[in-house]
């Protein structure tokens, strides 16, 4: 409610200095000397809500799950097909939930924001946009993390130039919220999974595809060829050196 009025469709894009300004003020108490000195974050891209994409509220949990902060944000291809329309992916998305929720047994949708390939971005798992919300992405490394989903399959598809520099606003947005460089390393505690031990500190990208944090092809080679492209703009569009 701090970032659109209840019941909207979509929360409206912000410039840098309004993000900036926007982050000085609604998260002031949480914000390190360094980060009111230099508040490095992206101008916040437009964003389609639940509501806007037709989530059914009554499928998921009732309570939020919250991590401490975004350190690190992980991107991932949902696997599905290539050759939906734009105008399709609200109806791909609420199959995503379902499947989550009701084949699954989670709490929501498992990833934090889905991207299509128009560069429309999308709410995922409820809890508050601009809020550190738990997904459940990376098994092991889903505390202190976002999950940004692209809609479709990027093994032998290459992902859009829209697409990918939807991602990197995002990104940029999202982790500079809580001072994350898109360009920079992080540490991440396992909390067990099938490629790090649970309790080891693993040293990774800030932005890190699926496959860094768990033994799987997820994004698809092609998506994640353009991860170093996607850091290089997100550092960009907080304005860093």
């Excluded at 992206?42 to 809500?49: E, L, N, S, Y």
């Excluded at 309570?63 to 329309?85: E, S």
Aim: proline share 5%; hydrophobic share 35%; glycine share 12%.
């Amino acid at each position: 409610s701090d970032l659109a009025p209840l019941g909207a469709t979509e929360i409206p894009a912000l410039d840098q200095a309004q993000a900036q300004h926007e982050l000085l003020t609604l998260h002031a108490a949480g914000l390190t000397e360094e980060q009111r000195a230099n508040p490095y974050i992206g101008p916040r891209p437009p964003i389609v809500t639940r509501r806007g994409w037709g989530a059914d509220e009554s499928l998921r949990e009732k309570a939020f799950l919250y991590t401490k902060r975004v350190k690190a944000a992980f991107v991932h291809h949902t696997a599905t097909g290539n050759n939906y329309t734009c105008a399709q992916a609200p109806s791909v998305i609420r199959g995503i939930y379902r499947y989550h929720v009701v084949s699954n047994g989670w709490r929501d949708i498992g990833y934090n924001f889905l991207v299509d390939k128009c560069g429309n971005i999308y709410e995922g798992r409820a809890g508050g946009v601009a809020n550190p919300v738990m997904g459940a992405h990376t098994l092991g490394f889903n505390s202190d993390s976002a999950g940004i989903a692209v809609i479709g399959s990027f093994n032998t598809t290459r992902p859009s130039a829209t697409t990918v520099t939807a991602v990197s606003q995002l990104a940029s947005w999202k982790l500079g919220l809580h001072g994350g460089n898109p360009s920079g390393k992080t540490y991440l505690k396992s909390a067990g999974g099938n490629l790090y031990a649970k309790g080891k500190n693993v040293r990774l990208n800030v932005i890190s595809g699926h496959r860094d944090g768990f033994l799987t092809d997820c994004p698809g080679g092609l998506l994640y060829g353009k991860l170093g492209s996607i850091r290089s703009q997100a550092a960009r569009f907080q304005g860093r050196p």
